[in-house]
């Protein structure tokens, strides 16, 4: 018997294949899921549902965590991964230390299963000798207007915390190259910021709806007699925070904002930009710009 897959028919089946305990089937005229146990067989109204066990479920989790982003969560979700023992309830349990990373998770383990049963319902379409369903949308994670308030400095802890993150930024580059290429990376960076603080500087911070510090954007004006050209000198995420956006969202506010200043270039002059942030910068419009290069000798 044919049915619609509808929202509510997706959130039954779902719940019935997380239910390790018993095998379920799809009543197409009550639609609704129920036991195997309690249908009689050769019925064509019921149709057994996608199999879902331990396994696919490790296997998600796997997926989840060799996208995430987010270092810190990464690597304690990578360490549960590998503890082999109680893994579902840890791996939740570190989740719940970091609440937007939660949301990713259960937004990322509802597509990916929302993903097999329109497999299912196509292989069901084609038996009805109806037209398969498009592919499954990917579900929108973005958690950004929940959680994260986006807004320009006011105060005296606003600039200090935009203070603590350039020093922070600057510990950062020290520890990622050895000996005196981390130190005279970490020099330039500084440079350019002190060169940036006696020019006209804009900065715009993101900050949990709790009001925990989250990150900041600094750019500034460089020549009087170029009014219309910014130099965007830092962008730095805590930890806690990266592999969620905001980076990405807060260049694009601040670009926004600039524009309406009416700026009309925005230049990165970094002479080390990360993988992850170039193409994080590409995604925000923005174009490579000649390079720079180191000689061993």
């Known amino acids: 018997m044919k049915f619609d897959l509808t929202d ?41 549902i996608p199999k879902w066990d331990s396994m696919d479920g490790f296997h998600l989790m796997e997926r989840f965590v060799a996208l995430l982003r987010n270092p810190l969560a990464r690597e304690s979700l990578r360490a549960v991964l590998f ?29 990916g299963m929302n993903r097999i049963i329109v497999e299912w319902y196509n292989v069901l379409c084609e038996s009805w000798g109806l037209e398969a369903l498009g592919s499954e949308p990917e579900e929108n994670t973005d958690i950004l207007r929940d959680d994260f308030i986006f807004r320009e400095i006011e105060g005296e802890q606003d600039f200090e915390n935009v203070f603590m993150s350039a020093d922070s930024l600057l510990r950062e580059i020290e520890k990622s190259y050895e000996g005196e290429i ?3 990376a970490a020099e330039f960076l500084q440079r350019q910021r002190d060169y940036s603080e006696d020019c006209d500087e804009y900065n715009l911070i993101a900050e949990t709806v709790d009001g925990e510090f989250a990150g900041c954007i600094t750019a500034s004006s460089v020549l009087e007699n170029a009014p219309h050209t910014a130099v965007l000198s830092m ?13 990405r969202e807060l260049t694009l506010q601040c670009l926004e904002k600039l524009r309406q200043r009416g700026v009309h270039w925005v230049i990165v002059a970094n002479i080390i930009i990360s993988g992850y942030a170039a193409t994080m910068l590409r995604n925000c419009g923005f174009e490579p710009m000649g390079t720079g290069f180191i000689a061993n000798l």
């Open 83 to 111: 503890s082999g023992r109680g893994v579902f309830r840890n791996f939740k349990k570190v989740l719940r230390e970091y609440p937007e990373v939660e949301r990713l998770w259960y937004a990322f383990k509802e597509n």
């Open 235 to 247: 962008i730095f995420i805590t930890p806690r925070y990266r592999g969620l956006g905001v980076g």
């Open 182 to 184: 981390g130190l005279v």
């Open 8 to 48: 509510e028919v997706r959130n039954q089946i779902i719940f019935s294949m997380e239910d390790q305990g018993k095998s379920y089937v799809f009543d197409s005229e009550e639609l609704k899921t129920v036991p195997f146990s309690e249908v009689e067989t050769g019925n064509d109204r019921y149709y057994k």
